[in-house]
């Protein structure tokens, strides 16, 4: 089963011939406080908009809608947004 936007609204799949690439949410289930805090920042992302939602091992956000921004210092790397949609 391919794995779908977890993002309100959004049921893409991934498909290299449309460009759509999925994202993981980061380090689901680490100990390391880092990479808490950033996981914690992409279930909230989600959560802005999904109540009682629930991540699994394999929730993914899409490249295609405006979840993410290119970061000021360094433009190849993209980065979540904050939560204004």
Sequence with gaps: MPERCVAARCDNI???????????????NSENAT??????????????????WEPGKTSSLCSMRSWFERARFLRSLKIL???GF
Excluded: C, E, Y
């Design 14 to 28: 991934a498909d290299p011939a449309k460009g759509v690439s999925m994202h993981r949410i980061p380090f689901l």
């Design 81 to 83: 947004k904050k939560f």
């Design 35 to 52: 990479a808490q805090r950033r996981t914690k920042k992409w279930i909230d992302f989600v959560l802005a908009r999904r109540k009682n």
